[in-house]
């Protein structure tokens, strides 16, 4: 466990870059956690038949990430990525255009290197030639990797120097064509991305690879809990593709169970990540549907009003502001168009009672009392008046939306002030005294 300082006033100094694209998180799906390289052309339109059959098209997710090993591991004669002949059959425009017959659109993956993370072409040296294969293939997004880079004395730049090169390609070939790539970093968090990568793009990754594993989770919760402020429109932090549904099954394997995996899928929409699927939606259980069609949750993350990320109000077990990645910050709060919202989470190992005052939330208004909303049980929960308490099973997690209700009950008596300190009379007169 270690303290972590926040220089609070990176939040909002850098303008995002909004080309017109990546306004809102993506929602998609990713081959990579599911299938990793053994992967061809008819699996993947398998998992779109999947997605669309299981009503994740119509709940939002509409784009799909071929995540490495689409191409063959030399380029042509004139330097151009070469699909696959043996995974795509019918070539890669054909395989694109069968994908939109069912709503959702092709992304491409390649890397900051000479070579991707998995040894096929990296697009360092060709990053405009191959936006122009991409386009010509049908893909308009890019998630872009950081194996195999070149030496120092070769790109004389940093991380933020390396990632601008396709930033600034892009916007080149949109000069061109008129069309817009969204860019996301994988950069692993190395060297901050979340204080330079609105410059460039709209999403950075923040940690390294996700793990279908409780403790992957709370690492990563625990990383987004000192970073929230650099999320809003047109830039966010990326937690990575999530690991919903692969409790036994996925590369790795994973274990996670339904509590967790629903406070997994809490935590990645209200945090304003991107929304992408990792699990062979093929034997998805009725619980990883419920999980990943939650339209509560994906409203709050695909508010089209309030761009910012949830963020801690109380860390819970910890003192605030300390780290820990096993027991992140449990008590969360944040605006939306649609009421105040909450996040709490129980990360211990024991079913707990979680108490918290309403006015521990920036966005709350004293002396009034709140209608309460449940976004897993999707019924109105009554009227809370200052406080709650909850009671949550290990590792669960609670997603509550709160709307003004109307003055607090005039008889609701002492403590007169959520802060008590400085509370007074007319008179002059401490409440305390």
């Given amino acids: 466990m270690y303290s ?21 998180p993506k929602m998609g799906y990713d081959t990579f956690n599911a299938f990793a390289c053994n992967y061809n052309g008819s699996d993947v339109l398998v998992q779109v038949e999947a997605m669309e059959k299981l009503g994740l098209v119509k709940a939002g997710y509409n784009s799909l990430i071929l995540d490495d090993c689409y191409t063959l591991k030399n380029r042509s004669s004139s330097g151009e990525l070469v699909a696959d002949p043996t995974k795509f059959p019918n070539g890669m425009k054909n395989f694109t255009a069968s994908m939109m017959e ?5 992304s491409a993956y390649s890397d900051n290197g000479y070579e991707t993370c998995a040894g096929y072409p990296g697009a360092y040296g060709h990053e405009l ?71 460039i793009s709209q999403g950075w990754r923040i940690d390294g690879d996700i793990k279908p594993f409780w403790s992957a989770i709370t690492s990563i919760i625990d990383q987004a809990s000192f970073l929230w402020w650099a999320t809003d429109f047109y830039g966010r932090n990326d937690m990575d593709i999530m690991e919903v549904g692969n409790t036994g099954q996925g590369s790795p394997p994973g274990n996670l169970t339904y509590e967790e ?19 062979d939606l093929t034997n998805a259980t009725e619980e990883t549907i419920e999980i990943l069609g939650n339209q509560d949750l994906i409203k709050i993350n695909q508010d ?42 129980n990360t211990q190992n024991s079913t707990e009672q979680m ?19 449940d976004m897993w049980s999707h019924r109105n929960n009554g009227t ?14 609670a997603a509550l939306l709160l709307n003004d209700a109307g003055p607090e009950p005039i008889d609701a008596g002492p403590p007169y002030c959520g802060f008590f300190y400085q509370c007074s009379f007319p008179n002059g007169t401490y409440a305390s005294n």
């Fill in 355 to 373: 108490f918290f005052n309403l006015t521990e939330s920036w966005a709350i208004r004293a002396g009034r009392q709140y209608s309460v909303y």
């Fill in 261 to 279: 995996a629903k406070s997994h899928f809490t935590a990645w929409a209200l945090l304003k990540s991107h929304l992408i699927i990792g699990t």
């Fill in 304 to 345: 089209p009003n309030i761009g910012q990320s949830i963020n801690p109000f109380r860390w819970g077990i910890n003192p605030d502001y300390v780290s820990n990645s096993s027991y992140p910050a449990q008590y969360w709060s944040g605006n939306s168009s649609y009421g105040v919202v909450f996040m709490v989470l």
């Fill in 4 to 24: 972590l300082s926040i220089i609070a006033a990176f939040a909002g100094v850098t303008a995002a870059l909004n080309n017109g694209v990546g306004k809102l």
């Fill in 102 to 106: 069912y709503g959702v659109s092709a």
């Fill in 384 to 397: 809370a008046v200052r406080n709650m308490t909850l009671t949550l099973p290990a590792h669960g997690v």
């Fill in 129 to 199: 030639q191959d936006l122009m294969t991409w386009d010509e293939w049908g893909f308009n997004y890019l998630k872009y990797d950081n194996c195999y880079i070149p030496f120092d004395n070769i790109t004389q730049e940093n991380m933020f120097g390396r990632y601008q090169r396709m930033s600034d390609a892009i916007a080149e070939y949109a000069g061109m064509t008129g069309k817009f790539f969204e860019y996301s970093l994988c950069e692993w968090g190395w060297q901050q991305p979340w204080v330079w990568g609105k410059q």
